[in-house]
């Protein structure tokens, strides 16, 4: 379907309604590489020594309960349509005990035209984890540094997430390719900010380098948003194509970034070993999103170290495709795959889950 674009097309709510257009209507996959989850296999554990209707999936989020590990990533907000999905997602999460990110509150920044879009959130998911969202480059302008307060407290937000996003401001059309400073800006909030900071990437990955490099500024959450999902970069040569700004020659970047699996293992040996962890405090929270797509995968997740799954294209497509209940059975249905594989692999709770064995192919 070809997707239309507002008057303004530079302007940030036309960008943030062309990315919820596109992600829905256009085929916007990776094409030449997966995530990775079809080749790890989950080992069979054929005396469980458990109950299947005692199997607890609950976990904590920086102190606050999830019904499951689980979080609708990072998506919207910031245009008038936005509200609708933000209060859809919110119900949701609110049922099924499960985390929420908003997308974007660099509009919020800008002006206050859009704010209840954002609102919405945490007015439908009063009890629930919400972390708002602000990307690398603002980050490194120390201006919108000191504005951080009123995009958290506009959601009564439990944690500020930062995406880094370099390969999608590289290919989208006016995108800000300004990263310097970027790191010193994240440690500056990591050192201000009362609540916890979540650094992402947007399904290009991260490296166990740079995952170092936000763990010495004391990060405390790393999604690792990997490759084999949703591309960014394939989202943004769709929108410079619609907006006549062709920029074919860059096309091979459609498949670049670094496959979650291999972000899960790269990054998994950086937490401490549960011998060395006191009362269950972990050094950093790993989060796993890029690609998955149902509790098969994230009971994977957990087995390859990720402490909390995510993800989002899937979760938009479901709601404006089926609807709000098309969205409850989705959400309902991973959780049973997930209950299967912790019964399958004996696991009565998510912490056995993750140190459940498995074979890679
Ligand atoms: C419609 C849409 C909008 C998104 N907007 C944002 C955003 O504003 N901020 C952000 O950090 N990530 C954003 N993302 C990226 C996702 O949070 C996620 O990292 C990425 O899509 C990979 O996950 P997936 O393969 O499950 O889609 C967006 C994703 C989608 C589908």
């Known amino acids: 379907m070809d997707t239309q674009h507002a008057s303004a097309p530079l302007s940030t709510p036309s960008r943030k309604r062309d990315h919820v257009e596109l992600c829905v209507h256009d085929d916007v996959q990776f094409t030449t590489k997966t995530a990775g989850f079809e080749r790890v296999e989950l ?13 607890d999936t609950t976990t904590l989020l920086f102190g606050k309960p ?4 689980l979080m609708i ?19 949701a999460c609110a049922e099924y005990g499960i985390a929420l990110g908003v997308g974007s509150q660099r509009q919020a920044l800008e002006d206050s035209t859009h704010h209840a879009s954002f609102r919405v959130a945490r ?42 996003n370099p390969l999608q401001e590289l290919l989208q059309v006016g995108g800000n390719t300004s990263f310097s400073g970027v790191l010193t800006g994240i440690e500056e909030c990591v050192q201000y900010l009362q609540i916890p900071i979540i650094v992402k990437e947007v399904g290009a990955g991260i490296s166990r380098t740079v995952a170092e490099k936000l763990l010495d500024i004391g990060v405390q959450a790393i999604d690792v948003a990997g490759a084999g999902g949703t591309s960014w970069a394939g989202v943004e040569l769709r929108r410079s194509a619609m907006l006549h700004e062709e920029k074919a020659h860059l096309h091979a970047l459609w498949n670049w ?24 405090n972990m050094r950093f929270t790993l989060i796993a999103s890029g690609g998955i797509t149902s509790g098969f995968d994230m009971a994977k997740s957990l087995a390859l170290g990720a402490d909390l799954t995510a993800s989002a294209r899937p979760f938009m497509k479901q709601l404006v495709d089926h609807g709000q209940d098309g969205l409850h059975t989705m959400l309902r249905q991973w959780r049973e795959q997930l209950t299967a594989c912790m019964f399958l692999t004996g696991s009565g709770n998510i912490s056995t889950m993750q140190n459940v064995s498995y074979i890679l192919h």
């Open 43 to 55: 080992l069979h554990n054929a005396l469980p020594e458990l109950d299947y209707n005692d199997i």
């Open 73 to 91: 990533s990072s998506m919207t907000g910031g245009y008038a349509e936005a509200e609708s999905i933000n209060r859809s997602l919110a119900i």
């Open 66 to 69: 999830l019904a499951m590990p």
């Open 123 to 164: 007015e439908y998911h009063p009890h629930g984890f919400i972390t708002a969202n602000i990307g690398a480059p603002e980050i490194a302008q120390r201006s919108a540094r000191e504005s951080l307060h009123r995009i958290i407290d506009l959601i009564e937000a439990d944690a500020l997430t930062i995406h880094l």
């Open 257 to 280: 970034g670094i496959p979650t699996i291999e972000c899960l293992q790269a990054l998994a040996p950086l937490k401490p070993s549960p011998l060395d962890d006191d009362e269950g």
